[in-house]
C-alpha cells in the first residue's frame, strides 16, 4: 500500500474517532500547517549554516526535527485529503515538470532566479536574486 | 516501492543531474519550504471560510492546490532525505503518540487547547485558545 | 520619535548589550520570524472564523496574540534594520502603490484576483482565485 | 504622530474606500500575512548565508525585500487593528520582559535553547537545539 495513504487514512481514523473533522475545514489546517512550520523552523534558526546538518542529525536535536517534520507531513496529507487529492502521482509529475522546465544543459551548476540572473556558480552575475521556479 | 521514498529519489535524481545539491543546505531548504507555504496560503487566504472546500475542489483553484501542495511535499521530503529520515514510519509513530495523548473517552467533539480551556462543543468555556497539540 | 526607530533601538540595544549579534545573518532572523508566525497562527487556527474576532479580543487570547504580534514585529523590524532599510516610508509608499494599482472604480466591493477572475461580491465568477496583488 | 499608526490609518482608509474590509477575517488577514513571509522567505533561500547581507543590501534585491517585508508589515498592523492591539507599546515591553528574562551576566555571547544546553559560544555543548525564547 502506498504510504502517503497509510499515513491519510490513519490521520483520518484519529479525526473521525474524536469527531475533530468538523473543526478542519482547509484554511484551519492550513493554519495549522503553517504553525507545524514556524515549530520546524525554531529547530533551525540560530544553528550555523555550515554546521546545521552535522547538528540536525545528531540527538537531541534528530528526533525533534522528526516530529515536526511529521506534524507538516500530517496536515499536509489531510488537507489534500480534503480536497480530493492523490499526492504522490502529484508530486512526481510536479518533479518531470521541474525538470523539464529547467533542462540539466542550461542550469548545470546554476541556480536559476526569477530575475533571469544567476546567483551562483555564474561570473559576475552575482547580483541577481535566486528562486529556482519550484524545484525540488 | 513506498511512495515517499519514490518522491525523495526523483528529487534527489533531480538535484544531481543538475548539480544542485551543493545549494541546498537544510537552512536553504527550510526556506524554500516557507516559500511554498506561502504560495498555498495565497490560494486560500480570501476564500469565505464556509465555501473554502467546494472553491478548492473546482478548476482552476483545484490544480494550483494540487502544484503548491505537491511543492510543499517535495521541500519536505528533501529536508528529510538530508537529515536522512525516514518520513512515512515517523509520521505513523507520531499519529499513534497523539492518539495515545488526546484519549476519545475524554476529546470526542471537543478541541483539546494549550491553555487548559476548551474551545469548541462545551458550555462555557468558548474563550479559551485551541491548539490540539500536534494532533492531525 | 518615530515608533519603529524606537522599536529598532530597543531591538538593538538589546542584542548588543548580550553579545548577540553575531548569531543574526538575515536567514537566521527571517526562520525566526516564521517560528513566531507560526505561533501566531497556532492561538487562531481551530477558532471559528466567524467567531474569531470576538474570541481573540478577550483575554486570554488577547493577551497571548499581543505578544506573538510583537514578536513578529520585532524580528521583522530586527531584519530591516540589518538591511538598513527604512520601514515606515517604505510601507506607506507600498500602500500608495497598492491603491494606483487597484483603483476604486474598478474594484469596489470585489476582490481582484490573479487569475483575472472575481471571488466575492461579482455574479458568477465565484470560481476565480482571489489574491489581492500585494494590497493592504 | 506615530508612524505605526500612520500606517495602520493608511491601510484602514485604502480598505474602507474599496469596501474591502468584508474580505479581511483575522483567519485570513493571517494567511495573507504568511503568504508574504513566504515571499520574503523565497528572496533570501538560496543566498549564500554569509554573503546573504551583502547581496541583500545591493539592487535588485533590495528593492523586492524592502517591498516584501512592507507587505508583511502592512497585515501584521492590519491584525493588530482588527484586535485592537497598540503595537508599538506591546512590542516595547516585550522587549523589556525578554531583556529580564535573559539577563546580560547569564547569556552574554551565548544564544539560550529550549532544551536547556547551549548552542554557541559555549564547549562542549554544541548539540543542544537554540531557540532563544522570544528575544528580538
Not at 497509510?6 to 493554519?31: C, G, H, N, T
Request: aromatic share 4%; charged share 30%; proline share 6%.
Amino acid at each position: 500500500m502506498s504510504d502517503l495513504h497509510e499515513i491519510r487514512d490513519a490521520a483520518r481514523a484519529f479525526r473521525a474517532e474524536r469527531d475533530w473533522e468538523k473543526f478542519q475545514d482547509p484554511k484551519s489546517v492550513m493554519l495549522a500547517l503553517v504553525g507545524e512550520v514556524g515549530e520546524l523552523a525554531e529547530l533551525l534558526q540560530w544553528l550555523p549554516a555550515e554546521k546545521a546538518r552535522s547538528l540536525l542529525v545528531e540527538e537531541p536535536l534528530r528526533g525533534r526535527v522528526a516530529d515536526e517534520l511529521s506534524d507538516v507531513l500530517i496536515y499536509l496529507v489531510t488537507l489534500a485529503d480534503k480536497l480530493d487529492i492523490d499526492l504522490a502521482p502529484t508530486a512526481l509529475a510536479k518533479i518531470q515538470r521541474s525538470a523539464e522546465k529547467h533542462p540539466v544543459a542550461k542550469v548545470h551548476g546554476v541556480a536559476p532566479t526569477r530575475t533571469g540572473g544567476r546567483l551562483h556558480g555564474a561570473k559576475g552575475t552575482a547580483q541577481a536574486q535566486a528562486t529556482p521556479g519550484g524545484c525540488p
